[in-house]
Antibody, heavy 121, light 108 residues
Framework: QVQLVESGGGVVQPGRSLRLSCAAS????????IHWVRQAPGKGLEWVAL????????YYADSVKGRFTVSRDNSKNTVFLQLSTLRVDETAVYYC??????????????WGRGTLVTVSS | DIQMTQSPSSLSASVGDRVTITCRAS??????LNWYQQKPGKAPKLLIYAASSLQSGVPSRFSGSGSGTDFTLTISSLQPEDFATYYCQQSYNSPPYTFGQGTKLEIK
């Protein structure tokens, strides 16, 4: 069965960095794009980043562009999200999600359970 | 960027009720619209993709419709497990793939 497991969250001071991982199993990892979506406590969902199936294309929300970097290692079925210059308002649960593609439309068909990043001094 | 607006933001209903949630895009997104359900402390779950296609394993009481800028998610007969927050999300063209602000469905 498809599984995505995030790790790497924790408490970090403002301005510091953190690297999140998303380990995948149960599907042909190298043929799927992976997205990152975050959710601040009590708030809605915010799309953060996308990496294409082969890692050649990356996209970011304007709010994180230049500070976050997404990468992947297809030999290890893992995607990474490097978070830099973190801000207090980026405290959130960070989810990775598989990029499904049906009827010409991208969707997020499987999600991990998320990893909590707390930015606090 | 494309903005997605859901209404209502919250909704109270009873088991067995028919419920409709709407989502409006700031520009035409054709049928590139997905719906997700999220329960407290859990990851979102894909319900509907491409505006009206039911994701595998999702009960048939869920349905989606619309195209262009206006979309709806309908639950034909609410069940106790349907009380949750629902999000629409557009995937038109290239990212960012924006979400609506969510609709919290509560028990009356």
């Amino acid at each position: 069965q498809v599984q995505l497991v995030e790790s790497g969250g924790g408490v970090v001071q403002p301005g510091r960095s953190l690297r999140l991982s998303c380990a995948a199993s149960g599907f042909t990892f190298s043929t799927y794009a992976i997205h990152w979506v975050r959710q601040a406590p009590g708030k809605g969902l915010e799309w953060v980043a996308l990496i294409s199936y082969d890692g050649t294309n990356e996209y970011y929300a304007d709010s994180v562009k230049g500070r976050f970097t997404v990468s992947r290692d297809n030999s290890k079925n893992t995607v990474f999200l490097q978070l830099s210059t973190l801000r207090v308002d980026e405290t959130a649960v960070y989810y990775c999600a598989r990029g499904g593609y049906s009827h010409g439309s991208t969707n997020f068909d499987y999600w991990g359970r998320g990893t909590l990043v707390t930015v606090s001094s | 960027d494309i903005q997605m607006t859901q209404s209502p933001s919250s909704l109270s209903a009873s088991v067995g009720d028919r419920v409709t949630i709407t989502c409006r895009a700031s520009q035409s997104i054709r049928n590139y619209l997905n719906w997700y359900q999220q329960k407290p402390g859990k990851a979102p779950k894909l319900l509907i993709y491409a505006a009206s296609s039911l994701q595998s394993g999702v009960p048939s009481r869920f349905s989606g419709s619309g195209s262009g800028t206006d979309f709806t998610l309908t639950i034909s007969s609410l069940q106790p497990e349907d009380f949750a927050t629902y999000y629409c999300q557009q995937s038109y063209n290239s990212p960012p793939y924006t979400f609506g602000q969510g609709t919290k469905l509560e028990i009356k």
